[in-house]
């Protein structure tokens, strides 16, 4: 039995009479014009746009259902300058359709379905959008789950919003040392212009603290304080974060773009924590942006302007990463306008019994314990240590120390078990000592001798007091005394 090989409509296999060519092409021009009838007249509105996506035919629904005064007006025009979110363009250029989304138009959510059309050769001539009745019932579930998903990503948006407003203002950095006070004074001098702070300072020292309060002191205080933390991003995903991503510059997730940091920070202040892990293709772009003013979004040739404050830290020393030749000179002139160095706790100790007074009651709170004290020796002990991790550390040791404590008071014993012995202060050897060999049991008396003579002298030569410094007992001081012939 002969098949019509060239049309979409087979004949019948036997039986009736069979169909003619001209009879077939014929019929498959009725069902595909009455199928587009029928589908734009169960649509809440269609449309079609040409090659390069202007608007070329409107069903009679579709202007009212937007507004417009008449269908004239819209044609010829870029499907985008009457419908902003329209995927049009991207089915004309994509060539691929978009079975089923959802648009917002004028608050409304409607389900749409885009399809691209093609001449007898294949090639792409337009696309057909429509609108699907906005009652229909088949469609009520997806478009009020939308909905829901759409209230909650709102809700999301504003503990979002709440949680870049910055916390800390200058008054939460606690501490009264002229190192603290002098930092403080300086930063509330740079809070009154919108020039770019370079916060240096070893880890733990408060850096992310001190950028919360200049933005807080700023006229910007009431726009977003974003932080970035340059560390934790890969390397490849560096410039999309910064800068954002357009719509289609991506598959999947981020088809509608994404808003880049200098975006959201817009008006307000950029935190860069760890700039000198900063690659160095992105330092020239960034240097760009401070520069001009101006960057582009990823897959956009559009530039977009920004007004940020930029707010930069590092615990490295730049000037060697520099000299290295990791860090741009240029961006590290750019960035060094005005520099900021948070002094390491132990060079700040008569802040000590303050910051522990303040941490022991912010983290009893937290932990939803009654208030502690610290005593004189456990206070005296904490003085000793070297805090390589700075107030951070300091934080941990009192937070794990109220943890083991069953009275309302921390002690001696609470806090010399968390400290590494190891850690305190190690004094340094003569210069002449530390060329020649020597046995550990001179290192260590050399090292005692000189802890006892500094405690006696910190204590005005209050034995019992130098003890305590110390963290040992009045007779093992006494004993040490005599055997390093110090008494
Ligand atoms: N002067 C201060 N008064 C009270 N709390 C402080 C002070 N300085 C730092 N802190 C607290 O210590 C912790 C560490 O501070 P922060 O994160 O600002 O340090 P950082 O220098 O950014 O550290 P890193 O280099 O590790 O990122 C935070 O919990 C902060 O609230
Ligand atoms: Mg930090």
């Not at 809070?191 to 309060?213: C, D, N, W």
Request: charge should be neutral; aromatic fraction near 4%.
């Amino acid at each position: 039995m002969k098949q019509d090989q060239n049309s979409g409509v087979t004949p019948p296999t036997s039986g009736a009479s069979q169909l003619l060519p001209a009879e077939i092409e014929h019929l498959n021009k009725v069902a595909s014009h009455s199928l587009l009838t029928q589908f734009a007249e169960v649509c809440e509105g269609a449309l079609i746009v040409d090659r390069q996506s202007r608007i070329v035919w409107m069903n009679e629904k579709y202007p009212k259902r937007l507004g417009l005064k008449d269908l004239a007006s819209v044609l010829g025009q870029p499907v985008e300058s009457i419908l902003p979110n329209s995927q049009m363009r991207e089915v004309v250029e994509s060539g691929r359709p978009i079975m089923l989304d959802i648009m917002e138009f004028h608050h409304a959510a409607f389900v749409v379905l885009r399809l691209p059309l093609r001449d007898a050769t294949g090639s792409v001539i337009g696309a057909i959008g429509l609108m699907l009745l906005e009652d229909a019932k088949g469609l009520a579930p997806l478009v009020s789950r939308y909905q829901a998903i759409h209230r909650e990503l709102a809700d999301t948006r504003n503990k979002l919003a709440e949680a870049r407003r910055a916390k800390h203002t200058l008054s939460s950095i606690v501490g009264t040392s002229e190192a603290c006070l002098l930092v403080k004074a300086h930063a509330r001098r740079a809070a009154r212009t919108s020039a770019p702070v370079l916060i240096q300072g070893e880890t733990g020292t408060g850096k992310e603290l001190l950028a919360q309060a200049i933005h807080n002191a700023s006229f910007r205080a009431d726009k977003p304080f974003v932080a970035v933390n340059i560390a934790a991003i890969p390397e490849a995903l560096l410039e999309a974060e910064f800068f954002g991503t357009t719509p289609g510059a991506f598959t999947g997730a981020d088809r509608r773009g994404r808003e880049g940091k200098f975006e959201l920070a817009n008006g307000g202040t950029l935190f860069l924590d760890e700039i000198g892990d900063m690659p160095s293709a992105m330092q020239a772009k960034l240097l760009r942006v401070l520069q001009e003013g101006e960057y582009e979004a990823l897959g956009s040739n559009k530039l977009r302007s920004t007004d940020t404050r930029i707010v930069a830290a590092t615990s490295r020393d730049l000037q060697a990463e520099m000299a290295q030749g990791r860090f741009r000179p240029d961006l590290y002139y750019r960035l060094n306008v005005v520099t900021l160095t948070m002094p390491p706790l132990r060079e700040r100790m008569e802040d000590l019994a303050t910051l522990c007074d303040y941490l022991l009651d912010t983290l009893s709170q937290r932990m939803r314990m009654a208030p502690h004290e610290l005593d004189a020796a456990a206070l005296a002990r904490l003085r000793q240590h070297h805090w390589p991790g700075n107030i951070r550390e300091l934080q941990n040791v009192l937070e794990r120390a109220l943890m083991m404590c069953d009275t309302g008071v921390l002690g001696l014993d609470d806090v010399a078990s968390i400290l590494p012995a190891v850690a305190v202060a190690a004094p340094a050897l003569p210069e002449a000592a530390a060329q020649q060999p020597l046995r550990l049991a001179d290192i260590i008396s050399s090292a005692e001798r000189q802890a006892i003579s500094a405690a006696l002298k910190a204590c005005g030569g209050n034995k019992a007091q130098a003890a305590t410094r110390l963290g040992i007992s009045r007779t093992s001081f006494y004993e040490k005394l005599a055997s390093l012939q110090l008494a």
